[in-house]
């Protein structure tokens, strides 16, 4: 929760910040669903919208930016306070990646010819859902500062990344069956990288949550291996026909 002050209107500031970081974590989850939407259903149209919603996000960042200059200039806020100023400019940072990754999606639907497998399709449909429900559940523990449900993050993380992997390896077995793929297959692996980034950037979120609350930093993880550099180079390593 956050603290309360004698002077109301800082109190106004500070939930400005809160509210302008809800507003913007639900615009940037639209753009991800739209832009997989647009991506599965080859809808041209849907993806152009996304693409040009971005700047909702981009004026938001910079909204909460400048707001938050004017709080510390004029306040001079310290512990509790000041890291929810920080944290606030943080946290709009990483929700306006994601929708820059939901833009990127977007912008490679004209490349995809839609001749690739439905079941691809489906695996990133799956990844989207996983990295968007993480994102969602972050933003709720935002809302609330319930800090002490912020364990699920790494393990939905983990959950991403072995989804990613799954989906990387088969793009990549059907990109060698046929030449004819590799276009469409790369573009498809780069849709898929964004969208397993969504999951790292919620995961930061997470993090900045953690410290706005108790002021220490989250545990460090156990480092992750990049299996997918695995899978790269066994694949280089098969012998071309």
């Known amino acids: 929760m956050q603290s309360v002050h004698i002077v109301s209107a800082y109190d106004e500031e500070l939930k400005f910040l809160s509210k302008r970081i809800a507003a913007m974590g639900g615009h940037a989850e639209r753009m ?4 997989v939407a647009a991506l599965v259903n080859a809808d041209h149209g849907l993806a152009q919208k996304v693409i040009q919603d971005d700047i909702v996000l981009d004026d938001g960042q910079r909204e909460i930016d400048d707001k938050a200059i004017v709080i510390i200039a004029k306040r001079q806020p310290m512990a509790t ?19 820059d990754l939901g833009k990127n999606v977007a912008k490679r639907v004209a490349s995809v010819d839609g001749r690739q497998p439905n079941s691809l399709f489906r695996g990133l449909e799956a990844l989207a859902n996983l990295a968007l429900t993480q994102l969602k559940e972050v933003l709720d523990v935002y809302a609330s500062r319930s800090v002490e449900r912020i364990g699920f993050v790494r393990d939905r993380d983990d959950q991403i990344d ?23 297959c790369t573009h498809l692996l780069f849709c898929a990288k964004n969208i397993e980034r969504i999951g790292d950037h919620a995961t930061n979120i997470a993090e900045t949550i953690y410290y706005i609350v108790t002021g220490d930093q989250m545990p460090v993880d ?3 291996s990049d299996k997918t550099d695995k899978v790269v180079v066994s694949a280089a390593a098969v012998p071309a026909n």
């Open 162 to 184: 072995a989804m990613y992997t799954s989906l990387f390896r088969e793009l990549l077995t059907y990109m060698m069956e046929d030449p004819r793929n590799i276009a469409p």
């Open 222 to 224: 156990r480092p992750k």
């Open 32 to 35: 991800v669903e739209q832009a």
């Open 81 to 99: 306070d000041l890291r929810e100023i920080v944290g606030a400019i943080r946290i709009s940072a990483d929700i306006e990646r994601v929708g």
